[in-house]
């Protein structure tokens, strides 16, 4: 790699290629005839050389996103612009597809990967979530920023993006999206507190937002943090529909 980047996420793959988002660009990648990696195309995104709060290191957050009509020809990510971008480009030659502000009223910036569903995306904000010191690479800038959350849809087209619907919610573990029903289940906070205040302690809800209308379908509560922050780590949704949630202090089983 160029000096100065380096792998903070993981990896994407696809039957044709590799998805590689460094702290400066996009690469897409195939095993050449010898074995070795070969770059296919790269692209470089804004980033800064600062960690955002809410995020665990410079650079974009998302790990790449394969996903479109036919399921894997696009590749999203979103950048690390003081206002975000989300980013698609077709995943055989890196052309872009389109470029939209990833947010409206979410909280600037994400740490977690877009939900994807045919043409869809459904985008997590995480600025301002506090991450354990132990997990980030050094102080943030600036140092602490409030937790607003929010949550956002885009879908894609040969013409454009265009934003769906844009929720509040505090999501606090990377929401999981359900086919089966249509929702998409994680733990979240509730709303703010005036004036930003303790952001992170008090009760945890069990959430699903409705992915053809970012309705809340559900919202009850199921823990209580600090003991119950899920750390933005992803649930499992079991065979018997129950949600399972690691968090800090246990496990979690929810049922429906």
């Known amino acids: ?3 100065g980047e380096k792998l903070t996420n993981g990896l994407s793959v696809r039957r044709d290629g590799t998805s590689v988002l460094t702290t400066r660009a996009l690469y897409e990648m195939r095993a050449g005839a010898s074995g070795v990696p070969e770059v296919v195309w790269r692209q470089p995104y804004a980033a800064g050389t600062v960690r955002k ?3 665990l290191g410079p650079g974009s957050g998302t ?3 394969y996903f479109g009509p036919d399921g894997d020809e696009w590749v999203a990510i979103v950048d690390d612009a003081e206002r975000p971008d989300l980013l698609v480009y077709r995943a055989d030659d890196g052309t872009q597809v389109c470029r939209t502000p990833a947010f409206g009223t979410s909280g600037q910036g994400t740490e977690n990967s877009p939900m994807a569903w045919g043409n869809s995306l459904v985008i997590p904000s995480t600025y301002g979530f506090g991450y354990p010191p132990a997990a980030t690479s ?6 602490h920023a409030v937790f607003t959350g929010g949550m956002t849809r885009i879908d894609v087209s040969e013409t454009g993006c265009r934003r ?3 929720t509040g919610d505090r999501m606090a573990s990377l929401p999981r999206l359900s086919r089966a029903d249509g929702l998409i289940y994680g733990l979240s906070y509730g709303p703010l507190p005036p004036g930003g205040g303790i952001q992170q302690v008090g009760p945890v809800y069990y959430t699903a937002v409705d992915f053809g209308t ?3 379908r559900a919202h009850r509560p199921v823990g209580i943090a600090p003991l119950d922050e899920p ?3 992803t649930g499992t ?3 018997d529909r129950s949600y399972w949630q690691a968090t800090v202090g246990r496990m979690l089983r929810i049922a429906p």
Do not use: D, N
């Open 231 to 233: 750390l933005q780590l």
């Open 63 to 65: 790990t790449p996103t």
């Open 138 to 143: 050094g102080p943030s800038h600036p140092p």
């Open 53 to 55: 709060p809410g995020q």
């Open 214 to 216: 970012g309705e809340l």
């Open 164 to 166: 769906i619907w844009e």
């Open 1 to 3: 790699m160029p000096e």
């Open 237 to 239: 949704i079991g065979p």
